[in-house]
């Protein structure tokens, strides 16, 4: 009797188990599909960053503004360091690249004060490195009006020396 007690109570674990591991998987599924559905409204839906990518219809077209090759120097003390790199800011519309044009003197400007004032270890890991992208896209979309900001900042030649 005690033996299939014992048995009956082992049943009930193991069931009790696998009960566990299927609520788990299914939260897990639920919460991948909901980050999905979560992603998808910020970025193509719910007036986030590319909002106007989904408003038109997912057929919206890039453009983008390659900026000259930058070569600062930068401010490791006690040692001469430079950067030289190449930039392209892209955007959605037409305007954006004429208002990019007129006042390209002033972005290179803010690009190259911003960049003098880095040292090496500014750029040492991804995450110091993105901060330094953002940092350089506020500043160039502080320059132009609020309906021409860009949409985003790539390096496309990257050396320290």
């Known amino acids: 009797m005690a ?3 014992y048995e009956q109570e082992k049943e009930q674990e193991r069931q009790r188990g696998g009960i566990k591991k299927w609520l788990l998987a299914a939260l897990v599924v639920f ?3 909901a980050g999905s559905a979560a992603v998808g409204y910020f970025f193509f839906g719910g007036g986030g960053k590319f909002s106007s990518f989904a408003s038109t219809g997912g057929e919206a077209k890039v453009k983008s503004v390659s900026l000259d090759t ?3 120097n930068l401010s490791d003390m006690g040692f001469r360091r430079y950067l030289r790199t190449d930039i392209t800011l892209e955007c959605y519309n037409d305007d954006t690249v004429k208002e990019i044009e007129q ?5 290179r400007d803010k690009i190259i004060t911003i960049l003098n004032q880095k ?5 040492e890991s991804n995450e110091k490195f993105e901060r330094v992208r953002m940092e350089l896209f506020k500043a160039v979309n502080s320059i132009l009006s609020p309906p021409n900001q860009i949409k985003a900042l790539y390096f496309e030649n990257f050396i320290i020396q």
Request: proline share 0%; glycine share 0%.
């Open 119 to 123: 040292k090496v270890s500014d750029f």
């Open 31 to 33: 919460l991948s599909v």
């Open 103 to 107: 006042k390209k003197y002033k972005i």
């Open 3 to 5: 033996a299939q007690q």
């Open 70 to 72: 930058f070569t600062v």
